[in-house]
């Protein structure tokens, strides 16, 4: 079964201090990997796709990189404007129509 | 940009009702859908279209219907509204196997 899974659900940082999100993924071919920002009470907002094992791709502060079995969104010196849900999705070869399969989600406070 | 606009920010409706939830995407994309999002459960796909009146079931279509009369334009239906579909309803479009866009979401409250 085509799974996602992200880690940590939580995650507080200081403001200026690097992590990581990960986001695991078991799918039968990958078509590609999506990468969004959630602000409460809104819509989420697209960042990046990935296609390939070894892409990458980056936004001011952020980058996101591709493995064959997970995907990482790197945070460097975080504002706390940057605070709000990462949602990362897959595409699967197995699936039609661009159907995407989500995982659950890293909420992450960047706190001044 | 890509605009993904949808009817209502916040909806209440009584048991019972036939409730509306409308989404229009300015960028003559293929491919539109619904999902409704919950707390510890994540994004769920209720319905997607992929061409005027065509359409194909989710992970949970039960309790909805869905209409797609114009390419722009992707409305869900909830037949008979129940306080189990309280919710945040996203529309999203997208090209074929492209990125999708989202709107800014409907917060429904059934009474």
């Known amino acids: 079964e085509d799974q996602v899974t992200q880690s940590p659900e939580a995650l507080r940082l200081q403001e200026g201090e690097s992590s990581s999100l990960n986001c695991s993924y078991t799918?039968?071919?990958?078509?590609?990997l999506f990468w969004y920002r959630q602000d409460p009470g809104k819509g989420p907002e697209f960042l990046f796709t990935?296609?390939?094992a070894g892409e990458e791709k980056e936004k001011e502060r952020l980058k996101a990189t591709l493995t064959k079995k997970e995907s990482f969104l790197h945070i460097t010196a975080p504002k706390p404007e940057d605070s709000a849900t990462y949602l990362c999705?897959?595409?699967?070869?197995?699936?039609?129509?661009?159907?995407?399969?989500f995982g659950a989600g890293t909420r992450l406070a960047v706190h001044p | 940009d890509v605009k993904v606009t949808q009817s209502s920010r916040y909806l209440v409706k009584r048991t019972g009702e036939k409730v509306f939830l409308e989404c229009v995407q300015d960028?003559?994309?293929?491919?539109m859908f619904w999902y409704r999002q919950d707390p510890g459960l994540g994004l769920r796909l209720i319905y997607f279209?992929?061409?005027?009146?065509?359409?194909e079931k989710g992970d949970i279509p039960e309790g909805y219907s869905v209409s797609r009369e114009k390419k722009e334009r992707f409305s869900l239906i909830l037949e008979s509204a129940s306080t189990n579909q309280t919710s945040m309803y996203l529309c999203?479009?997208?090209?074929?196997?492209?990125?999708?866009?989202f709107g800014p979401g409907t917060r429904l409250t059934v009474t």
């Open positions: 999203a479009s997208s090209l074929q196997l492209y990125e999708q866009y």
């Open positions: 960028m003559d994309h293929e491919n």
């Open positions: 799918v039968s071919g990958l078509r590609g």
């Open positions: 990935l296609y390939s």
């Open positions: 999705a897959v595409q699967a070869a197995s699936g039609g129509y661009n159907k995407l399969i």
């Open positions: 279209s992929y061409d005027v009146k065509m359409k």
